[in-house]
């Protein structure tokens, strides 16, 4: 297994134009989790999966983001009508997950620029 | 919500030195806690992952301890070397499972 993988890995972009992320967790893993850094600062959760289901979102995701893992296997993030507030490091990562939370591992992540 | 902090926010070390790096969180009811390593432009690596249930875990030159009661863990490096410069973060899920990161240490391991 490569472990998790990443699409884009840039991105630039101009201001209000839309964006979509592709994360592919590591294959027998059943969540999947969506995170933002900022440079000097550590990662934000924004949402995770477990298998398809959106289990939970954080409040810094505006109607702009939406996330999606049909069938439970890989997921996108789009970025509708971006601003320069978005430019960020979307990371990606993906566990399995029993009763409590698992190890997670990373991808390399999709860097956002958005001029 | 969980709190997690990380001191130092930078550290700089001659080359086979021993180091600590600190993490504190304001809730203790933890299932687990991770380390990672993040190089500059680069995802999450994951170090070490102790259990909640365990004090201690060991990779190599890595040891993390953990002290739930306190709120409290450290990753001790042992012999440090030029390619252990990175930024060093600790990680804590909560009871939905969502992760808490520190800002993390920038660690720089001069020859």
Known sequence: DTGVSQDPRHKITKRGQNVTFRCDPISEHNRLYWYRQTLGQGPEFLTYFQNEAQLEKSRLLSDRFSAERPKGSFSTLEIQRTEQGDSAMYLCASSLVWEFAGELFFGEGSRLTVL | ?111
Not at chain 2, 11 to 37: H, K, M
Not at chain 2, 82 to 98: E, F, I
């Open chain 2, 1 to 111: 919500k969980q709190e997690v902090t990380q001191i130092p926010a930078a550290l700089s070390v001659p080359e086979g030195e021993n180091l600590v790096l600190n993490c504190s969180f304001t809730d203790s009811a933890i299932y687990n806690l991770q380390w990672f390593r993040q190089d500059p432009g680069k995802g999450l690596t994951s170090l070490l992952l102790i259990q909640s249930s365990q004090r201690e875990q060991t990779s190599g030159r890595l040891n993390a301890s953990l002290d739930k009661s306190s709120g409290r863990s450290t990753l001790y490096i042992a012999a440090s070397q030029p390619g252990d410069s990175a930024t060093y973060l600790c990680a804590v899920p909560n009871t939905g499972n969502q992760f808490y990161f520190g800002t993390g240490t920038s660690l720089t391991v001069i020859p």
